[in-house]
């Protein structure tokens, strides 16, 4: 059974930096898409990144330049740095995982881990 568990939010400065963590244990290999998500109060979740097992990305447009998902398959691990944070990043950010693209973009996968909160204020 794959998990995942999510860490290294916190609140920073508008203009600061971040860099999750998403823990993968269970089974998860290079098959896997490994997505970031957020959900900020009272709004949708909305996917934010992906890494292919290959190392292929993608991402939502308004983090397009700010944010790299990044992947460590030694150590089964998942990574979201964000730079150049927003008020409007602020949000609950969750890791998800699972073996077709659409999957995950589309906040469908059968593996998530807990949310870790980002806060962006001054």
């Known amino acids: 059974q794959v998990q995942l568990v999510g860490s290294g939010g916190g609140s920073v400065q508008p203009g600061g930096s971040l860099r999750l963590a998403c823990q993968a244990s269970?089974?998860?290999?290079?098959?896997?898409?490994i997505g970031w998500f957020r959900q900020a109060p009272g709004k949708e979740r909305q996917w934010v990144a992906i890494?292919?097992?290959?190392?292929?990305?993608d991402y939502v447009d308004s983090v397009k330049g700010r944010f790299t998902i990044s992947q460590d398959h030694y150590e089964h691990m998942a990574f979201l740095q964000m730079n150049g944070l927003k008020p409007e990043d602020t949000a609950l950010y969750y890791c998800?995982?699972?073996?077709?693209?659409?999957?995950?973009?589309?906040?469908?996968?059968?593996?998530w881990g807990q949310g870790t909160q980002v806060t962006v204020s001054s």
């Open positions: 890494i292919a097992g290959n190392g292929d990305t």
């Open positions: 998800a995982a699972d073996t077709t693209y659409s999957t995950v973009v589309m906040g469908r996968s059968r593996y």
């Open positions: 269970g089974g998860i290999d290079g098959r896997y898409y």
